[in-house]
Structure formats: C-alpha cells, structure tokens
C-alpha cells in the first residue's frame, strides 16, 4: 500500500449497532491502521424499510450521544449526518476522499440499500465490505434439510444449537485513529429535535433501561447476577422484576447475542439455557424477517388475509390509551406509554385483546407498538403480533383467547402491577381488582371507583367478544 493509498480514511458506518465493543466492522477497519471516520446517519424516509418510531427516537438521541463520546475518547469522531443513507454516504466518500466503507449487516428490509450501496461504490473503485451484524446465525446459511427457511421454531432451535458455536465477543479497540485532515461536517444532535416534546411522554422512559453501550453491559451484568438464576418462574410476572429487560439494547446493538452468550454461559447459574432460549426466538423472528421483508405488512397465513378485521376507532382508541376497563390491559398500556417498555406477559394479554377482543387488525397494533416501544424492533414485533394473531410462522392458534380476568388473577394476583399502573381502581380488594364491574356498590364506594367516571366499563363483554372472536375466525375457514 503506498503512502497516499495508506492515509486514505475508511468510513463506517453506525446504524442498528450502537456500540464500540463487539463491534466487527469498527474492529476490522481499525486492524487495517487506516484513519476511520465513524459515522451515524439519521435516515427518516429510507428507501427500504421503516424509520424509527416515536420512543426510538429517544432512545437513539441518548444513544447516540454516548457513542459519540466514547469515540471522541477513542480518537476518531462521530460525524452526524441526515439524509438517505446511500447518498450522505457517496457524498461523504467524495469530500473525505475515502477509499473504503465498512458496515456491519442488517436483516431487515434496509439490507437492500446495503447491497445498492455495495455495487455502487465497488463500480467506483470504493472498497464495500459488510460483516457479520448481531445474529448469532446468517440466515442464508441455515436451511431446512429441503434448502427452504425454517417456519417451525424447535425445529430452528435445535438446528442452530448443532450448528452454533458462538464466537468470543471482539474487544472494544483501545485507541482509534482518526480522520482530522479536512474539516468534515457534522450535524449536532441538537440540531435533529430526536426528543418528544408536543407531548413530551418520555420522562419515565429511563425508569425501566438507560440507553447506551454502558448501561447495556450493567445491565446484563446485573440480571446474570441477581435474576437469572429465577428467570424460568419471575419471568412470567409483570408486577416483579423477574426479566432482564435487554430487549431495547438488543434491537438498537448496544449489545450483542454474542457478549449475552458469553455472560451467561460463564455464569453456569439458574436458568441459562431457558434464557438462551428465548435469545433464540429473537434469531428466529430475523429469520423471518430477512426471508419474508413484508413481515409488518402481510400475514404468513394467508388464510388470514380473509379475516373480517373491524374498523373501530373509539375502541382503537381506549386500547391505545389503557382504558378498555380490563385492568390488567390497561395497566400494560400503560407502563407502555410511560415507560416505552411493557412486560411480555402484558404484551401477550394487550395484543390478544386487540386482535381477539376487539377484532381489530394486528397491524394497527404493530404499528402502535413501533412507535411507542423503545425496544421497537422490525423482526420481534411483527412476529410477535402474528405469533398472537394466529397468522405467523408456528404461531398460537387464533381459537386460544386470553382471558383478562383470568390472567392479571393468575399473574398479577397480588395486585401490584395494576395498582401502580391504574391508580383509580388501587383501592379495590384483590377479589375484585382484576374485574371492577363485579364489585357490589359498597366496595366500589369504599375504593372511591365510579365506573364510567373515575374508571371506564368494560368496552366489550369478555363471553361475547370471545364468541364474537370464534365465529369470525370460522367464517375465514369455512367461507362466508
Ligand atoms: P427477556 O425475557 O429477558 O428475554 C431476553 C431477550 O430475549 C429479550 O430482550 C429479547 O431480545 C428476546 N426475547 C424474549 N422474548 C421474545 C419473544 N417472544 N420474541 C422474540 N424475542 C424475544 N421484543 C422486542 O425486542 N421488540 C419488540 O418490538 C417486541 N414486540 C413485541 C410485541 C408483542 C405483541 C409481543 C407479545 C412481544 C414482543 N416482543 C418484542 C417480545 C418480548 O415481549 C420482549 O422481547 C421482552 O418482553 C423484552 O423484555 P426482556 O428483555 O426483559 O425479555
């Protein structure tokens, strides 16, 4: 390589893989000795793929500033630009005279301007190189015995358990050489109004999880020490911290399945494997996801695509802001659009409620899970969604309906999840905490509820609805 040829910088790029440790692309470029200019690309509209939801967006401000100043401290910059990802880039390589870009893949929809992007800059000259991103597996290389992509999970578990190795995390590069002979431009953060502010719901965001690659790694730490070892049993109760409440830093690369990988298995405590597990579900959904792009927009069953969905926007409506009249709905709601996170037994009894409940199409409620989770993830919650509806890849069956009641009785018995979330209706007794409406007028009198005032009725009636839910489900099955 000649002198001219050596000093010439490498891009690369930051997208879903908010982190300097574990970071492949970041860990080859600084092997070649090359300066590096590290950048993040805010893309609102990209061209494939959807751009980040409301509570993201937060997320991503914190995140995004603490990369920065790791990387400041690490020698090279973060530049902060706005745009379609492939033009800032062709742009960029033109002002800095780069000779190389590097990113770490993507599974989503966005990997096709990834490959654009590729063909572009190798026809000129631009070296393109794109690494392993944050899977455990590339989902072209694990196939069925037929060569197809797995649609059962057992089937893909055991096969990825035979095929898995998981490789050591990489180490965070110690020090970094920068890119500082011309003056590159930078956007600030400031300058993307990422925040909410009309209305501003985020104050309670940090409660649950802290952004950035720091607080990721805490907080693996913290529940491989505390909470794995009862992770098989608290997991399933929403009023307990029983889960590790990794998810947002698994969908923004703050994390890594690899450095998960490596904590708990070095850890040999409590229940390791039914963790992994469920790590295992993630790979699964982004193997759906890069096999089928449309995930968020179209059933796998297409047996659903019959289904009489309802238009029902007051209903919409009170499932969105937690006032159905089921606690237990209500409180998950929420915690969601407190603290942009909900807890997966919630998730499963909210998302039933809506598809099943209300009849009301899983797509609305994907799309209002994008744009209040922090963890919002395009693989995870549109399978999730489908997995609940009854139309996904090894999904419940639709005729499995939650009972409201009957859940927050069995996994909120106690109360204390719906009593912090649902003040209103704190002061019934347990008997009747989970189903207000049942309560005789002296006990509501005494817990100060007023149905239809200071608490709703319910929206729908739980038999009926079912009924209602079944009957629908029949017709997509036998015809009209
Ligand atoms: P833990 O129980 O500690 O699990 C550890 C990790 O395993 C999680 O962080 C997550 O990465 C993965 N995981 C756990 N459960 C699942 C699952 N069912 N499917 C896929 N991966 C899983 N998860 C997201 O990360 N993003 C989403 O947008 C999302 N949307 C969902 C929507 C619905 C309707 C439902 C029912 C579930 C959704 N999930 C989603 C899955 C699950 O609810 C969350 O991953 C989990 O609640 C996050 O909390 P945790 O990190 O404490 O989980």
């Not at 002061?427 to 905490?433: F, S, T």
């Amino acid at each position: 390589m000649s002198a001219k040829q050596a000093s010439k910088p490498t891009i690369v790029l930051f997208r879903d893989d908010l982190r300097v440790a574990d970071n492949h692309a970041l860990y080859a470029a600084h092997e070649t000795g090359k300066p590096i200019i590290p950048v993040f690309i805010l893309d609102h509209h990209p061209q494939h793929g959807r751009g980040p939801g409301g509570a993201r967006l937060w997320w991503l401000h914190h995140s995004v500033a603490e990369l920065s100043d790791r990387l400041d401290g690490l020698g090279a910059p973060l530049l902060l630009r706005r745009g379609r990802q492939n033009d800032v880039v062709r742009q960029l390589v033109g002002e800095s005279g780069a000779s190389a870009v590097y990113w770490n893949r993507r599974y989503d929809p966005a990997n096709e301007a990834d490959a654009e992007l590729k063909r572009v800059l190798g026809e000129n000259g631009i070296e393109a190189k794109s690494f392993e991103g944050a899977l455990l597996h590339e989902p072209t290389q694990l196939t069925t015995g037929a060569g197809t992509p797995y649609k059962v999970f057992g089937a893909f578990w055991r096969a990825l358990n035979n095929s898995l190795h998981p490789r050591d995390p990489m180490p965070a590069p110690k020090k970094l050489a920068g890119f500082n002979d011309r003056k590159l431009q930078s956007d600030t953060l400031a300058d993307w109004k990422l925040l909410p502010t009309n209305p501003d719901w985020s104050t309670g965001f940090d409660e649950f999880c802290k952004p950035g690659e720091t607080a990721a790694h805490e907080a693996l730490h913290d529940f491989v020490r505390a909470r794995l070892q009862d992770y098989g049993e608290a997991r399933n109760f929403p009023g307990r911290k029983g889960s590790s409440q990794l998810s947002a830093y698994l969908a923004h690369g703050e994390l890594t399945p690899f450095q998960v990988h490596q904590v708990v298995n070095a850890n040999h405590a409590g229940d390791g494997q039914g963790f992994l597990r469920e790590i295992g579900w993630r790979e699964f959904n982004y193997h759906l996801l890069f096999h089928k792009p449309d995930l968020h927009l179209s059933n796998v069953d297409k047996s659903f695509d019959a289904f009489p969905w309802q238009s029902a926007p007051d209903a919409l409506k009170a499932w969105q802001r937690g006032r159905t009249g089921y606690p237990i709905v209500d409180a998950g709601m929420r915690q969601l659009w407190q603290t942009g996170w909900m807890h997966n037994r919630v998730r499963l009894i909210t998302g039933s409620f809506l598809v099943k409940h209300l009849l009301i199409d899983w797509r609305e409620g994907e799309r209002w899970f994008w744009d209040t989770l922090v963890d919002a993830d395009p693989a995870n919650n549109p399978a999730n969604w489908q997995w609940i509806a009854g139309s996904g890849a090894d999904a419940a069956p639709f005729f499995r309906i939650f009972n409201p009641i009957l859940q927050g009785e069995k996994f909120d018995g106690d109360g204390s999840y719906v009593r912090r979330f649902v003040p209103e209706v704190a002061g019934l007794p347990d008997k009747y905490l989970h189903k207000p409406w049942t309560a005789p007028a002296n006990v509501l009198a005494k817990a100060k509820v007023e149905l239809g005032k200071t608490y709703p009725r319910p929206v729908v009636d739980h038999a009926a609805a079912r009924t209602q839910a079944l009957e629908a489900y029949r017709s997509t099955r036998n015809g009209p």
